[in-house]
């Protein structure tokens, strides 16, 4: 059975640091992976996807890494703004098409 | 494109009532599929639509949940009694090739039964 797990749980930095959430998981077996943010009462907004075949995805201050052997991503944030404050989400999709989710990284960056 | 739409946003119901969700997905996306985060806990599978077929049901945690697709559009998900632990929130996403291009999601249905 899959498993996903976020470290940190919460993460509170000044801002402009560069930062690193992790998102680990136990079957490797996966399709690809998906980071999203979660704003408090709102929906999951896609930020990346990385294919089981890619490395990494990068989008603005964003870039993504997948390390499927070890069973680990990570999502890099570079110079943090306020609006960053989010919860980060990471799911990795397996062959039944269900994404299988950790519990979050709560994000705060502190102006 | 319009996003995944999710109505009510919020619902508040009494223990033994019936609610019942509705996901409207982006226009063409024929896979979609319904999560639920309850309180403390991630989020989780329930089922998955491939136009108006279930295929995959896994989730649901019992038989007092339905899902429904009417002609492969939008989606309901009723709860019939409703129970404490239901409580949480829904989260419908879409997708037209989940493998390339990922999952959207809605902005949920926060459900709470009192």
């Known amino acids: 059975k899959q498993e996903v797990t976020q470290i940190p749980a919460a993460l509170s930095v000044p801002e402009g640091e560069n930062l690193v959430l992790n998102c680990s998981f136990t079957d490797s077996a996966i399709y690809n992976l998906q980071w999203f943010r979660q704003d408090p009462g709102k929906g999951l907004t896609s930020l990346l996807l990385i294919q089981s075949s890619q490395r990494e995805q990068t989008s603005g201050r964003l870039n993504a890494s997948l390390d499927k052997s070890s069973g680990r991503s990570t999502l890099y944030i570079a110079a943090s703004q306020p609006g960053d404050s989010a919860t980060y989400l990471c799911?990795?999709?397996?062959?039944?098409?269900?994404?299988?989710f950790g519990q979050g990284t709560r994000l705060t960056i502190n102006p | 494109e319009a996003g995944v739409t999710q109505f009510p946003s919020h619902s508040v119901i009494e223990k033994g009532q019936t609610v019942t969700l509705r996901c409207d997905p982006i226009?063409?996306?024929?896979?979609l599929y319904w999560y639920r985060r309850v309180m403390g806990k991630e989020i989780k599978f329930l089922l998955h639509f491939v136009k108006e077929s279930k295929q995959d049901e896994s989730g649901m945690p019992n038989n007092r949940f339905l899902a429904e697709r009417t002609g492969g559009t939008y989606s309901t998900l009723k709860v019939q009694p409703a129970e404490l632990e239901d409580s949480g929130v829904y989260f419908c996403a879409s997708s037209q090739a989940p493998g390339v291009r990922g999952y959207t999601f809605g902005s949920g249905t926060r459900l709470t039964v009192v």
């Open positions: 799911a990795v999709i397996q062959g039944a098409q269900k994404l299988v």
């Open positions: 226009s063409g996306h024929d896979n």
